[in-house]
């Protein structure tokens, strides 16, 4: 099986920067689209931004300019440098990946979810 694990959450004030990081572990054979989703109380999850594994990189209007993805693939890990904080971006940020394994049944390809980190920015 395949683990995301996610780190670099916490507390910010407005205008503040922060850094996400997920690393995939497991019998990875490929990993395709790698993204980051966030989750506020009562609202939807929403894509923040996704990184493709040639590196095109696709980001939600209300970050773009002030949030980058990157990723390293011979870690497979991805980042998420969060600049400019705003209160509007406290949530849940769920890292995402599009997997393909060795299982047993030979190879499987997977949505894997991260268990999420809280990321607040609020004065």
């Known amino acids: 099986q395949v683990q995301l694990v996610e780190s670099g959450g916490g507390l910010v004030q407005p205008g503040g920067s922060l850094r996400l990081s997920c690393a995939a572990s497991g019998s990875i054979f490929s990993i395709y689209n790698m993204g980051w989703y966030r989750q506020a109380p009562g609202k939807q999850r929403e894509l923040v931004a996704q990184?493709?594994?040639?590196?095109?990189?696709n980001y939600a209007d209300s970050v773009k300019g002030r949030f980058t993805i990157s990723r390293d693939n011979a870690k497979n890990t991805v980042f998420l440098q969060m600049n400019s904080l705003k209160p509007e971006d406290t949530a849940v940020y769920y890292c995402?990946?599009?997997?393909?394994?060795?299982?047993?049944?030979?190879?499987?390809?997977?949505?894997?979810w991260g268990q999420g980190t809280q990321v607040t920015a609020n004065s």
């Open positions: 990184i493709t594994s040639g590196g095109t990189t």
């Open positions: 995402n990946a599009d997997v393909l394994y060795k299982s047993r049944s030979g190879y499987t390809r997977e949505d894997i």
